[in-house]
């Protein structure tokens, strides 16, 4: 059985179709070989995942894209992301440290051999560690929706090489923490590198558009 939903999930992350493009039911249905019916509910699970946008009137199409919304989606991680750090810290077993130091060995090796494509998902294995050690299930679906938003967004902007060098410091320093049971820095370590990140993808995306136009960086 086709998986409509996670294939119009896979285009629109791999950038397939485009921040705001228009998503008709009918062209959809043909380009997946299905009936109207699977299409409308893929687009109803991807609206509440925050991919898809559904207006009144209006139809559905992919989320536009624009510097209030990215800074909208970093405020969110970090408020959820931040106290999950805190609560790993207190929490977390000898099991969850030994798998955060393979996910940040795995994601320096990646670094070192140039496999930038890769970094995001290991980057995302990171963080789904520390969660998992927060053991505070609710706030999982949110976090995992972001993931989503931020996985298309870096598919359209990426990382920009300088960037991958810092965060490899900042997972050790991270691990550390979680290590020492340190709550407070864990959470101040997870707020700042967020911010870090918001901030390297709001220049890449600006650097994008100066692009597109034609203007000077």
């Not at 290590?179 to 890449?204: F, P, T, W, Y």
Request: charged share 25%; proline share 3%; aromatic share 4%.
């Amino acid at each position: 059985m086709i998986d409509i939903q996670q294939q119009l999930r896979n285009d629109i992350v791999a950038g397939t179709m485009p921040f705001g493009a228009r998503l008709i039911i009918e062209e959809l249905a043909v380009r997946y070989g299905v009936s109207h019916m699977p299409v409308r509910e893929a687009l109803r699970v991807l609206h509440g995942e925050g991919l898809v946008v559904i207006e009144p009137n209006r139809g559905a199409r992919v989320r536009p894209i624009y510097r209030g919304f990215i800074e909208d989606v970093f405020d969110v991680r970090c408020a959820i992301e931040t106290m999950l750090a805190r609560r790993a810290a207190e929490r977390r077993s000898e099991r969850h440290l030994v798998q955060l130091r393979e996910s940040a060995a795995r994601l320096e090796a990646m670094v070192a051999a140039g496999d930038h494509a890769s970094v995001a998902l290991a980057n995302r294995d990171f963080h789904t560690i520390i969660n998992d050690a927060a053991g505070n299930p609710g706030a999982l679906p949110i976090v995992d929706s972001h993931w989503l938003l931020l996985a298309a967004l870096l598919k359209r902007y990426g990382h920009g090489d300088e960037r991958f060098g810092r965060v490899i410091d900042e997972h050790r320093h991270l691990i550390s923490a979680i290590e020492r049971r340190d709550a407070h820095s864990a959470a101040v370590l997870m707020g700042a590198h967020i911010e870090k990140g918001k901030i390297n993808l709001l220049q890449r995306a600006a650097e994008d558009v100066r692009a597109a136009e034609g203007a000077p960086a």
